[in-house]
């Protein structure tokens, strides 16, 4: 199972809120004067801001970067990057621009500054105009599907494998993979982190600025650490909140932050169990797990269906991920599994499965999951060899047997196409020290992963919360983790030594 965000709002914005058709050509006057003969110059773009379709927000204004579909081919097939932007709050302390997108990867970036901006301090808003982007093949960003009709749970292609399903599950994966190939083969080589590293650059050229700062969780902390490493001389003040370790992507992540999940679920059950008389799952840890899990289990069989909607294991297994996020989502989750016990229609504030973003056209009705499996398939070598699978499907689910069937199954990248890009590197010495923010009880990315990217970016600093949450910063509202990081946007000095909140 792949990240969500921490808290409900969080999973909304970051990760349940992530058919082809050829991509479109740059919006006319889009690119402007040409470097070399023939070469078109994309620093060099007039941005045309207007109403951002789907976000209720009038004040925030939106326009659409061209950008090369292969950055190696400038002059070949050119995609569009939709932005977004809400200027800063006092213009004569304006330091430049704060870019933010969502997690997943899949996840929108658009509508965020309007949600993050009232969480931002007053100092911070006064400095930066804060400027979201959907990343390349998200929603407004020449949106790919792969022919579905509907988004897999959470918007993540994940199947958890049952006694005898292997080859079941390695035939589906095949097929979906083929598919993919079908509805938007044009543009699977080129979903790559790197790549949206890539694009963000020009976004940078394209808005005028010689650096930006940037603002990142989970998925999009990655992001900004692999924009570190391609284009350091551009960083100004990045701040990546819970990174995932872009050396590690994507199948060696998956399967060492299973014992998480496992850790993150009996947290879970010994705080349901000690309310048990308020949610019903079971007076010890041992008999709540059983009880989700069983619930589980049994829509493998037959969706449960209750108040007219079925209920399939993939969307109960989403909304347990969802719930072992964030400590704060233990009641809200232990709530919903009691009335699925009990037989009664549950109350779940969030989409569990991604809905289309309202008012925005042209959007694949899968589009959220077709380039969350893009960008996880292009971003580093998956075993080919379905023996692989079977290995540490007997390893995994040995040692973690409510998580290991589903991480270690096989998925749709062993059969992708072969990318057009390599793995990157975190970038050393190369910029300049970088904030990361992390929670020590992260379920969604371990603590090893910000640990590592700070280590990787020579010169960071990290700090920590000691609680049982994802992307802390700002939404969990720990004043010394929020109070460091707004110093460091203000001022642009990093913490003497890591900061143990």
Same mark, same amino acid.
């Given at each position: 199972?792949?990240?969500?965000?921490?808290?409900?709002?969080?999973?909304?914005?970051?990760?349940?809120?992530?058919?082809?058709?050829?991509?479109?050509?740059?919006?006319?006057?889009?690119?402007?004067?040409?470097?070399?003969?023939?070469?078109?110059?994309?620093?060099?773009?007039?941005?045309?801001?207007?109403?951002?379709?789907?976000?209720?927000?009038?004040?925030?204004?939106?326009?659409?970067?061209?950008?090369?579909?292969?950055?190696?081919?400038?002059?070949g097939r050119t995609i569009t990057t939709a932005?977004?932007?809400?200027?800063?709050?006092?213009?004569?302390?304006?330091?430049? %621009?704060?870019?933010?997108?969502?997690?997943?990867?899949?996840?929108?970036?658009?509508?965020?500054?309007? /949600?993050?901006?009232?969480?931002?301090?007053?100092?911070?808003?006064?400095?930066?105009?804060?400027?979201?982007?959907?990343?390349?093949?998200?929603?407004?960003?020449?949106?790919?599907?792969?022919?579905?009709?509907?988004?897999?749970?959470?918007?993540?292609?994940?199947?958890?494998?049952?006694?005898?399903?292997?080859?079941?599950?390695?035939?589906?994966?095949?097929?979906?993979?083929? *598919?993919?190939?079908?509805?938007?083969?044009?543009?699977?080589?080129?979903?790559?982190?790197?790549?949206?590293?890539?694009?963000? *650059?020009?976004?940078?050229?394209?808005?005028?600025?010689?650096?930006?700062?940037?603002?990142?969780? /989970?998925?999009?902390?990655?992001?900004?650490?692999?924009?570190?490493?391609?284009?350091?001389? &551009?960083? *100004?003040?990045?701040?990546?909140?819970?990174?995932?370790?872009?050396?590690?992507?994507?199948?060696?992540?998956?399967?060492?932050?299973?014992?998480?999940?496992?850790?993150?679920?009996?947290?879970?059950?010994?705080?349901?169990?000690?309310?048990?008389?308020?949610?019903?799952?079971?007076?010890?840890?041992?008999?709540?797990?059983?009880?989700?899990?069983?619930?589980?289990?049994?829509?493998?069989?037959?969706?449960?269906?209750?108040?007219?909607?079925?209920?399939?294991?993939?969307?109960?297994?989403?909304?347990?991920?969802?719930?072992?996020?964030?400590?704060?989502?233990?009641?809200?989750?232990?709530?919903?599994?009691?009335?699925?016990?009990?037989?009664?229609? +549950?109350?779940?504030?969030?989409?569990?499965?991604?809905?289309?973003?309202?008012?925005?056209?042209?959007?694949?009705?899968?589009?959220?999951?077709?380039?969350?499996?893009?960008?996880?398939?292009?971003?580093? +070598?998956w075993p080919r060899d379905p023996r692989d699978?079977?290995?540490?499907?007997?390893?995994? /689910?040995?040692?973690?047997?409510?998580?290991?069937?589903?991480?270690?199954?096989?998925?749709?990248?062993?059969?992708?196409? &072969? %990318?057009?890009?390599?793995?990157? &590197?975190?970038?050393?010495?190369?910029? +300049?020290?970088?904030?990361?923010?992390?929670?020590?009880?992260?379920?969604?990315?371990?603590?090893?992963? /910000?640990?590592?990217?700070?280590?990787?970016?020579?010169?960071? &600093?990290?700090?920590?919360?000691?609680?049982?949450?994802?992307?802390p910063y700002p939404a969990f509202g720990d004043?010394?983790?929020?109070?460091?990081?707004?110093?460091?946007?203000?001022?642009?000095?990093?913490?003497?030594?890591? %900061?143990?909140?």
């Amino acid at each position: 199972m792949t990240h969500c965000a921490g808290t409900s709002r969080r999973v909304l914005l970051a990760a349940f809120a992530i058919a082809a058709c050829l991509a479109p050509a740059a919006p006319a006057g889009a690119v402007g004067t040409a470097g070399a003969v023939g070469t078109p110059d994309f620093s060099r773009q007039e941005l045309r801001w207007g109403d951002c379709a789907g976000t209720g927000d009038p004040a925030l204004r939106c326009a659409e970067v061209a950008v090369p579909l292969d950055h190696r081919r400038p002059r070949g097939r050119t995609i569009t990057t939709a932005i977004s932007r809400l200027p800063a709050t006092d213009p004569s302390r304006r330091r430049g %621009v704060l870019l933010t997108t969502g997690g997943g990867p899949g996840g929108p970036g658009v509508p965020l500054p309007s /949600s993050l901006a009232p969480m931002l301090s007053p100092e911070v808003r006064a400095r930066y105009d804060l400027i979201g982007f959907d990343i390349r093949f998200v929603e407004r960003s020449t949106p790919i599907g792969c022919g579905r009709t509907v988004e897999e749970p959470g918007g993540y292609w994940v199947r958890t494998a049952t006694p005898g399903s292997f080859p079941a599950d390695a035939a589906e994966a095949r097929a979906y993979a083929r *598919d993919c190939v079908r509805a938007a083969g044009w543009a699977l080589p080129y979903a790559t982190t790197a790549n949206a590293a890539r694009d963000m *650059d020009v976004i940078r050229a394209a808005l005028g600025e010689e650096k930006i700062s940037y603002l990142g969780g /989970s998925y999009a902390g990655m992001l900004g650490a692999v924009f570190a490493a391609l284009f350091p001389e &551009r960083v *100004d003040r990045f701040v990546l909140d819970s990174p995932v370790n872009p050396e590690a992507a994507w199948r060696p992540y998956e399967l060492a932050r299973t014992p998480a999940f496992e850790a993150g679920t009996a947290a879970f059950a010994t705080w349901a169990a000690e309310h048990d008389a308020v949610y019903g799952l079971g007076g010890t840890a041992r008999e709540v797990t059983d009880t989700v899990a069983g619930l589980i289990r049994r829509a493998a069989t037959a969706p449960v269906v209750v108040t007219g909607h079925a209920w399939t294991s993939g969307e109960l297994g989403a909304l347990l991920v969802a719930g072992i996020y964030d400590e704060r989502s233990f009641g809200l989750i232990a709530a919903a599994f009691g009335d699925l016990a009990a037989g009664r229609e +549950p109350y779940v504030p969030f989409p569990v499965r991604p809905l289309p973003p309202a008012g925005v056209p042209g959007v694949p009705a899968d589009n959220h999951t077709a380039a969350n499996i893009a960008y996880r398939c292009g971003d580093g +070598p998956w075993p080919r060899d379905p023996r692989d699978y079977r290995r540490d499907l007997a390893s995994y /689910s040995a040692r973690y047997p409510l998580f290991g069937p589903a991480n270690a199954n096989i998925t749709p990248c062993a059969f992708w196409p &072969r %990318v057009k890009d390599e793995p990157v &590197r975190l970038p050393a010495g190369r910029a +300049p020290g970088v904030l990361v923010t992390a929670a020590l009880r992260d379920v969604a990315v371990p603590i090893a992963n /910000s640990r590592a990217v700070a280590a990787g970016i020579r010169g960071s &600093r990290t700090v920590t919360i000691d609680a049982h949450t994802h992307a802390p910063y700002p939404a969990f509202g720990d004043a010394c983790l929020n109070g460091q990081v707004d110093a460091f946007l203000t001022t642009g000095t990093l913490p003497p030594a890591d %900061v143990a909140c």
